[in-house]
């Protein structure tokens, strides 16, 4: 008789990592492991509204936050209007570590107008960069020296 080992996850990633993170814990999940911890950082819309609710209702992690900042833009792409969602529970920092963060009251249908839903036109691509105050892009740029 064989025995199926179970492992426990923590799942991360920013821009296009968080989509694909947000694919490979819901993966993770049905192959029968469990997602302890999911956090993605600047994620674009990954699928429809029944992928958003089926994504919450199968990845059931301790600790599950999909975190964006301030004007960052990608959170806003694909459009809603195109169809796309996000999964819930999304913690918006304002600016700074320092300046605080709003854990907003979104669903994967509707997403929370007090927090970055309400800044429609979001064009500062820094922002996209920069989380908790580290700057992805010149950590990126020193490791390619």
Known sequence: MLCKIKYEFSVTGHSLGAALATHAAAHITKAGHK???FYNFG???????KFSQWFDNI?????KARVTHSHDPVPHLPL?????NHISHEIFYK????DGYVSCSDT???EDSNCSDKNKM????????????IDF???VMACQL
Not at 95 to 98: H, P, Q, R, V
Request: net charge neutral.
């Open 95 to 98: 600016g700074k570590k320092t």
């Open 122 to 133: 979001d064009v500062n691509v820094l922002d996209h960069c920069t989380y908790y105050d």
């Open 108 to 110: 994967n249908v509707k």
């Open 43 to 49: 994620s674009p819309r990954v699928g429809n509204a």
């Open 35 to 37: 997602v302890i911890e």
């Open 59 to 63: 990845v059931k992690a301790n600790t």
């Open 80 to 84: 809603h209007d195109w169809g796309f």
């Open 137 to 139: 892009t010149g950590i």
